[in-house]
C-alpha cells in the first residue's frame, strides 16, 4: 500500500519563490539565485514528502510560473509570434511567453477548471509541430533520485493538455475542438518517448493527470482515450491515470479498458464513485483513494476517512493507494506558522504538510488497526466534537432564519417595470446616466495608512480622518467630471473579501495562508468556519458619511452572496447553498440599514457569479437557481424606490443570462469592453429585462481612451438595448489605477455620454 501525493504547492510556506522571482524579474538578482531558490523549494518540499512517511515523491509539479506553460515549453509549442524558435527558451524568454513583453502581449491565462488557479493557455496552430524538450522535467526526476528518493514524476496528460489549449484564429467551439483533437497523434510520439525515457531509466510509476475526464467531453475525445493511452504505453513502466474534481462513474468502463495499471479518484468531491470504483474497477490494478482534501484547509475526519477506505483495502489489498483529492496546489503550505488565529479553529485545520501526515496516519491504522494511531484518532474525534459544538458553529438564530426563508424574501415583490417608475421619479437622472464601479485609486498615502493602522502605528481616529479625507477627494473629483451616481472609492478596503469577512461572525483569517493564483500572485482567502451573523452595520457610516458630502445620489457598495462564498475557504460541514443565504442574510440587513440611512441606490458586486458554474452542466441549474436566489434574498429587503445594481466582470456571461436576469438587479453594470461588445448580442437575443451599463473602457490598461471609441461602444449598445435603460461607465472598479489617467479617462466617458444625449434629443 503506497501513499503519494499528486503534487506539492509550489510556492513555498514563506512565498520565497514569489519573492525570488520579484526580485529576479526587477533584475535584483544574479540570473542563478532563482533556480537555486527553486531547486531549495523541491527539496524541502520532497523531504515533507518523505518526513510524512510517503512512499514516493512527486516530481514535475514545480513549476518557476506555471506547469501548462512547462508542458508547451516541453512539447516545442512555444507561440510563433514572440519569434523565439521552438526552443529550448533560456528563463527569460519563458517569463516573455508569461508576462509579455514591449513587442508581444502575454499568452492568455485562465482558471484552472473550478480552482482559482490561473494556467497559461498553449497556443497551437492547426498545423502546430511538436518536439521534445525533456530536460528540465527529468531533471527534477534526477534531483529527487540523487537526494536518495524515489520519485513518482507528474504529466499533464495529452487529452488535458490539447482540451485546454487554444488555436488562435478559431472562436471556441466545435472546430476549434476539432483542429485540436486532430493534433493528438503528433503529440502523442512527445509523451511516447518521454515514458521511453522513464523506462529507461527504471522509473517505475509515471503519474499521468487527466483531469478533463471531469468535465463533460465530447464523444471523439472520450473515444480518443484507447489509442492514445496505447501510443505511450510501455512494458516496464505502470501509469497511474489522475482524475480529480469531479466523478468520472460514467467513464470508469472506458478508463477500465486502457493500458494503464493506476486510477486515482477523487472521493471528497464525489465519495459515491468509490461504490462505483469497486464494481468497475479491475482488482488487479491499483486504485488511489483521494480521500484528504486538496481544495480545502479542513482537518480530515480520520475516523470517517478509515470507515470509506476499509472496504477499498478489503476488495484492493495491497493494490490500494492512498492520497490527497488532488495536488495540494490549492492548500496554503504549513499551519505550523500560525500563530495568531482562534487555537481552537486552528485545531480544525490541516494545510499541505498536515495532510500529508494524515496520509501516513491513514496508512499505518489500515495496515495494523485502527489501536496503532489511537492517538491521532482520538485528536482528530475530539477535533471533529469540538467543532460540531462550538457557539459559533451553530448560531440557532441564524440557522432558524435561513430556515423559515419564503418566496417573498427572495422577491423584490413589484415587478422591474413597476419598481422603475418610482426610482425614476426619485432619482431624476438624465438619460445614459454615468457611473463607476466603486473603488477609485488606491493611493500610496491610502496603503501607507492602513499598513500602519494595521501595525498599530495608527490611532483610529487619526486613521479614519485620513480615509474621510479620500473620501472627500473622490467625491470631489466626480462632482468636478460631472458624474450622475457617485461612489465612496473604497479607499477604506482592503480587500472585497476580507474587508466583510473582518466584520462577519464566522470568519477566521490566516497570516501565512497563502495559495498561487497565478506566477507570483497568490490569495489568502478568509476560511468560513461558523455560522455567518453580523454583528454591527459594516459600510452605513462610511456611505453615509459620504452622502453628506454632495447633493448628488452616492451608491451604497457590497460584496455580494455568491463571491464572499467562491472567494473564501467555505466551511465543508453544511451545503455552500446553506452558506451563501447565512451570507445573503447578513448583507441584507446590511442593504436595508443603508437604505434606512438614504442611500437610494445600493450596488451588490457579483463578480464570482460565474465561476462558481459546477464543472458539469448537469448540475448548472441547481447551482444557477440558489446563487440567484442568495442574490435576491440578500437585495429585496428594500423599498421599490431603492435602485439595486450589481456587478459582474469577466466575460462568458452569454450562456448564464437567464440566471443573470434571474438576480433581478435594477441595473447591471458589467465588463464588455475588451471583447468589443460582443456580449451585447448575448443581450439582445435574450432581450435582458432591466437596465444595462455595459462597460464603455477596459480599466485595466493604462491607456487612456477616447470619447469618440466610447460613443461607438455606446451607438452600438443601443442597437439592443433600449434607451432609457442604457447606463454609461467603466467595466470594472478603478483601484488599481493612478489618478490622473482616471481623471483623464472619466472626462472623455461623460463627454460621450453628453454627446449621445444631444445626438438623441436632436434626432427626436
Ligand atoms: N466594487 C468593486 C471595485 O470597484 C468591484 C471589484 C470587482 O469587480 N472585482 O473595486
Ligand atoms: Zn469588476
Known amino acids: 500500500m503506497k501513499t503519494h501525493t499528486l503534487g506539492f504547492p509550489r510556492i513555498g510556506a514563506q512565498r520565497e519563490l514569489k519573492f525570488a522571482l520579484e526580485r529576479h524579474w526587477r533584475g535584483e538578482s544574479l540570473p542563478d539565485v532563482l533556480p537555486q531558490v527553486a531547486q531549495d523549494l523541491r527539496a524541502r518540499h520532497w523531504l515533507a514528502q518523505r518526513h510524512a512517511g510517503l512512499d514516493v515523491v512527486a516530481t514535475g509539479d514545480f513549476a518557476l510560473y506555471d506547469t501548462m506553460l512547462d508542458h508547451a515549453l516541453m512539447f516545442g509549442a512555444v507561440p510563433a509570434r514572440f519569434g523565439f524558435g521552438t526552443g529550448p527558451l533560456d528563463l527569460d524568454q519563458q517569463f516573455a511567453l508569461a508576462r509579455g513583453n514591449a513587442a508581444h502581449p502575454a499568452m492568455e491565462m485562465t482558471k484552472w477548471f473550478d480552482t482559482n488557479y490561473h494556467y497559461l493557455v498553449p497556443e497551437l496552430s492547426e498545423d502546430q509541430a511538436f518536439t521534445l524538450h525533456a530536460d528540465a522535467w527529468l531533471d527534477a526526476v534526477r534531483e529527487a533520485e540523487h537526494r536518495g528518493l524515489a520519485p513518482k514524476p507528474v504529466l499533464i496528460g495529452p487529452l488535458t493538455f490539447l482540451w485546454l489549449a487554444k488555436v488562435p484564429g478559431l472562436a471556441t467551439g466545435a472546430d476549434e475542438a476539432a483542429a485540436k483533437l486532430a493534433l493528438l497523434p503528433r503529440l502523442l510520439p512527445c509523451y511516447a518517448e518521454l515514458l521511453r525515457r522513464l523506462e529507461a531509466r527504471a522509473v517505475p510509476w509515471v503519474q499521468i493527470d487527466e ?82 482534501d486538496g481544495r480545502n484547509v479542513w482537518r480530515t475526519d480520520l475516523r470517517d476517512a478509515l470507515d470509506c477506505l476499509a472496504p477499498l483495502r478489503e476488495h484492493w489489498g495491497d493494490r490500494l493507494w492512498i492520497a490527497p483529492s488532488c495536488s ?111 473603488s477609485f485609486p488606491q493611493t500610496s498615502e491610502i496603503r501607507v495608512a492602513r499598513a500602519r493602522h494595521r501595525r498599530g502605528e495608527l490611532q483610529q481616529d487619526q486613521y479614519e480622518t485620513l480615509m474621510r479625507a479620500a473620501i472627500a477627494e473622490a467625491v470631489q473629483e466626480q462632482e468636478a467630471l460631472g458624474l450622475d451616481v457617485l461612489v465612496h472609492g473604497e479607499a477604506e478596503r482592503n480587500d472585497m473579501v476580507e474587508y466583510f469577512g473582518e466584520q462577519l461572525s464566522g470568519y477566521a483569517f490566516t497570516e501565512h495562508g497563502w495559495v498561487q493564483s497565478y506566477g507570483s500572485r497568490c490569495v489568502k482567502p478568509p476560511i468560513i468556519f461558523g455560522d455567518i451573523t453580523r454583528p454591527a452595520p459594516m459600510t452605513v457610516a462610511w456611505t453615509r458619511y459620504a452622502q453628506g458630502l454632495t447633493p448628488r445620489w452616492m451608491k451604497g457598495m457590497l460584496t455580494g452572496p455568491v463571491t464572499m462564498l467562491q472567494w473564501s475557504f467555505v466551511r465543508d460541514d453544511l451545503s455552500r447553498e446553506a452558506v451563501a443565504l447565512q451570507l445573503a442574510l447578513a448583507l441584507r440587513d446590511e442593504v436595508v440599514d443603508l437604505e434606512a440611512a438614504g442611500i437610494a441606490v445600493i450596488q451588490i458586486d457579483e463578480p464570482a457569479f460565474r465561476e462558481g458554474l459546477p464543472l458539469r452542466r448537469a448540475d448548472w441549474p441547481a447551482y444557477l437557481d440558489w446563487a440567484a436566489r442568495a442574490f435576491r434574498v440578500c437585495a429585496s429587503g428594500v423599498r421599490d424606490d431603492t435602485q439595486v445594481h450589481t456587478h459582474m466582470c469577466y466575460s462568458e456571461f452569454n450562456d448564464i443570462l437567464p440566471a443573470i436576469a434571474a438576480m433581478d438587479a435594477d441595473v447591471i453594470t458589467i465588463e464588455t469592453s475588451r471583447s468589443r461588445m460582443e456580449l451585447l448580442n448575448g443581450f439582445g437575443d435574450f432581450a435582458y429585462p432591466n437596465e444595462i451599463g455595459p462597460g464603455v473602457y477596459d480599466i485595466h490598461s493604462p491607456r487612456v481612451p477616447r470619447a469618440e471609441e466610447m460613443l ?43 454627446t449621445l444625449r444631444q445626438e438623441v434629443s436632436a434626432a427626436a
Open 211 to 292: 483531469p478533463v475526464l471531469a468535465l463533460d467531453l465530447p464523444a471523439e475525445w472520450l473515444d480518443a482515450l484507447g489509442t492514445a493511452y496505447a501510443a505511450i504505453a510501455r512494458p516496464h513502466l505502470k501509469v497511474l491515470l489522475a482524475t480529480y474534481f469531479e466523478s468520472v462513474a460514467s467513464t470508469l468502463p472506458r478508463l477500465a479498458a486502457l493500458p494503464v495499471h493506476g486510477l486515482h479518484l477523487d472521493l471528497v468531491r464525489a465519495p459515491a464513485q468509490a461504490q462505483d470504483a469497486l464494481r468497475l474497477w479491475p482488482r488487479d490494478r491499483v486504485l488511489s483513494a483521494g480521500i484528504v
Open 328 to 438: 495540494l496546489l490549492h492548500c496554503p503550505v504549513d499551519l505550523a506558522q500560525e500563530q495568531r488565529i482562534d487555537p481552537q479553529v486552528r485545531s480544525w485545520l490541516a494545510f499541505a504538510v498536515q495532510k500529508l501526515d494524515e496520509l501516513g496516519v491513514l496508512k499505518r491504522a489500515l495496515l495494523d488497526g485502527p489501536a496503532a494511531e489511537a492517538r491521532a484518532l482520538a485528536d482528530s474525534d475530539a477535533a471533529v466534537a469540538a467543532r460540531r459544538a462550538h457557539p459559533v458553529v451553530h448560531q440557532a438564530a441564524t440557522r432558524a432564519r435561513v430556515a423559515s426563508l419564503t418566496l417573498e424574501d427572495a422577491s423584490r415583490g413589484t415587478p422591474y417595470a413597476g419598481r422603475r417608475v418610482v426610482q425614476r421619479a426619485r432619482l431624476a437622472l438624465p438619460a445614459f446616466p454615468t457611473t463607476t464601479i466603486g
Open 712 to 754: 461607438a461602444l455606446l451607438r452600438k449598445a443601443r442597437e439592443v438595448i433600449p434607451d432609457d435603460r442604457l447606463w454609461v461607465n467603466p467595466d470594472c472598479g478603478l483601484k488599481t489605477r493612478g489618478w490622473d489617467e482616471t481623471r483623464a479617462a472619466l472626462q472623455q466617458m461623460v463627454a460621450a455620454a453628453q
